[in-house]
């Protein structure tokens, strides 16, 4: 099967195809410049250069949050926009479960902690265990302090691999952690559209019109409107 990963929950955007599991091609981009300017001409590129059509992608497939509420709607829009002109499937796939691939070079086990900052004091994270060269769920996407992100892991009492673009900030929590933190290099550490193939390829595929953003917490349009109508403090901003 051909995929086409797209992965633009956060500050790095990517564009990833893979063949039988195997990468054929990625490019990925870590810079300050909007999805909505880099994605497309990222895919095209890529395509162009593999003298690649998109008649021949069997799947696209998409991270669909946590993340950033403006990057998830991006990459969900442009997947969407795909798969209509082409009557094709899609996929849409935790950004965290995707990003839990980067740790497949830690030993059987191994605790894979994804983290992205999710601010006003929390992370967006789930758990994994390596086993058998994939990651195994052991716990659903959640918004966590990381006071209670800290104690939760030391529990396990496990080598811990730190992945995301939260990964340095949680390293920075775990002072008094007993076991073994290994903080993902900076190749492995942002999320990428290659884990997004890889989560793809253990899913179903879907319509596109099925295919809907998760984004854990209110917007913070959402917050102020509950701020406004219940009288709370105003939120703090994304």
Not at 136 to 154: F, T, V, Y
Request: net charge negative; aromatic share 6%; glycine share 8%.
């Amino acid at each position: 099967m051909m995929i086409l990963g797209i992965e633009s929950s956060a500050k790095a955007a990517s564009a990833a195809l893979c063949h039988e599991g195997v990468l054929i091609a990625q490019y990925f981009q870590n810079s300050s410049l909007t999805h909505s300017r880099t994605l497309l001409p990222m895919i095209e590129d890529l395509l162009k250069n593999l003298e690649t059509s998109l008649r021949d992608i069997d799947l696209i497939a998409v991270s669909k949050g946590p993340g950033s509420f403006t990057g998830i709607r991006i990459g969900i829009s442009a997947v969407k926009g795909l798969c209509w002109a082409l009557d094709a499937p899609a996929c849409g796939v935790s950004t965290l479960e995707a990003m839990a691939y980067n740790g497949l070079s830690a030993p059987s086990g191994s605790l894979i902690c994804c983290c992205m900052d999710a601010r006003r004091e929390q992370f967006y994270n789930a758990l994994f265990e390596m086993q058998d060269g994939k990651p195994h769920r052991l716990c659903p996407d959640r918004a966590i302090s990381a006071h209670e992100l800290a104690g939760e892991i030391n529990n396990f009492e496990k080598d811990v691999f730190l992945v995301g673009d939260g990964s340095h900030l949680c390293y920075n929590t775990l002072d008094n952690f007993k076991g073994n933190i290994i903080l993902a290099p900076e190749p492995l550490r942002y999320q990428s559209a290659w884990g997004v193939c890889m989560a793809a390829a253990q899913e179903k595929p879907q319509p596109a019109d099925e295919l809907l953003p998760v984004y854990l917490r209110l917007s913070q349009a959402e917050r102020e409107r509950q701020a406004k109508v219940f009288g709370n403090a105003p939120a703090e901003k994304d």
